[in-house]
Structures are given as structure tokens and as C-alpha cells.
């Protein structure tokens, strides 16, 4: 795995690697906002959710050493503000991978997930080498649908039952770019205002 640039800033948002001590301050986000996040995190059928966020940190840092992922948290002035993941890094002729990520009801509103999403694609596209970056969307997550359109992701149809989210198997749309269609960035697009937010509206 080539190694990235893993740290990225922008006004008062910074995207970097998540670190061992950065447990703690995960677990108390996720802790304090259980009705904000449950309807939109991953489950496993049969098993109850874990907020255990040191073996958690410690199995995303493997997973990146591995070369299967980079784990990093997002900040707002210094204050971690939430968690985002490249996931499933496939090499070779796919050469994609998957952005998830969840933000603190407290920092909603504050530019954080997009600038940090625009970030990460640019991680992967640029340090990475990726091709393709794809993120998957439940059809009622408002906030996170704005997130796409925001930054320009192409809609490419919708996943019936894709991921078990809150208790149960979840329609998502998916949305994705690739390298070739942001040559300047990401992040340098949107923020010039050359996005296309229409390229993210959901086709019947």
C-alpha cells in the first residue's frame, strides 16, 4: 500500500489518521449520541452493537497496515468532531474503494463531513493511486444525500438490502467518481463552485 499523505486540513477542519488515544474521545461522541446516530450505523444480525472504540481503533489500524483501509478522525478546531473510512480498498483492475463516516450532532451544519469526504477522495485519488471512490447512502438520510450533491458524486442506482444498518438489511443509493473526473481535486472544485450538484439527483 503506498503510503499517504494522511493528515489534511482546510479552515478550522483537519482530516488525519486515527491514533490509539483518540479512543476515548470516540467512544464519548458515540456514547453521547446514540438518537442522532443509530438509525444510520452498521449492525451484525444476531449480535448487539459494540462501542469497545479501543479494539475498534486497533483493528481500522490494522486493517491499514494491512492495506485494506485508512481509518481517520475528523476535527473541528482541535476537537475531534467524528470518524471517516476508506474501506474495502480493492487494487488491481478495480483499483475503488468506499467512504463511510459519522459526524457529532454538535458539529452538524459546520461544513465538517463534506470538507472531510472531499479531503479523503483526494487522499485516495492522489496518495492512494485509487481509480474510483463510491459512497453508499440510505434513501432517508437527508444529511448525508446533501453531502454528494454538495460535492459533485455521480448517482449510479440503488442497492436493495446492502448493508444491515440499525437491526435491519437497507436500501442505499450509490454515488461515485472517479480520478479522471475531478483532475483539479475535489475539494478545489467544490469549493470554487464548479461541483455539479446535479450529477448527484436520484433517477426514479
Not at 33 to 57: K, Q
Not at 126 to 154: A, D, T
Amino acid at each position: 500500500m503506498v503510503e499517504p499523505q494522511i493528515t489534511s486540513h482546510y479552515g478550522p477542519i483537519t482530516l488525519r489518521l486515527v491514533k490509539p488515544k483518540d479512543a476515548r474521545a470516540l467512544q464519548h461522541e458515540l456514547m453521547t449520541n446514540r438518537a442522532w446516530l443509530s438509525p444510520w450505523e452498521a449492525t451484525i444480525p444476531g449480535m448487539e452493537p459494540s462501542f469497545d472504540m479501543r479494539s475498534g481503533v486497533r483493528r481500522l489500524l490494522q486493517q491499514y497496515r494491512d492495506g485494506l483501509g485508512v481509518p481517520f478522525v475528523m476535527e473541528y478546531n482541535g476537537e475531534i468532531a467524528g470518524q471517516l473510512n476508506i474501506w474495502g480498498v480493492a487494487r488491481g483492475s478495480l483499483s475503488s474503494a468506499t467512504i463511510g463516516y459519522w459526524v457529532s450532532q454538535r458539529f452538524a451544519g459546520k461544513g465538517v463531513t463534506p470538507t472531510c469526504v472531499a479531503m479523503a477522495t483526494d487522499i485516495a485519488f492522489r496518495q492512494l493511486r485509487l481509480h474510483r471512490m463510491e459512497i453508499c447512502i440510505r434513501p432517508e438520510n437527508k444529511p448525508s444525500l446533501r453531502v454528494v450533491q454538495k460535492l459533485g458524486f455521480r448517482y449510479e442506482g440503488t442497492r436493495k438490502n446492502y448493508i444491515h444498518i440499525d437491526g435491519g438489511w437497507r436500501d442505499h443509493y450509490a454515488f461515485a467518481l472517479t480520478a479522471d473526473e475531478v483532475p483539479e481535486g475535489i475539494l478545489k472544485r467544490w469549493t470554487s463552485g464548479r461541483a455539479p450538484e446535479s450529477a448527484a439527483a436520484v433517477v426514479p
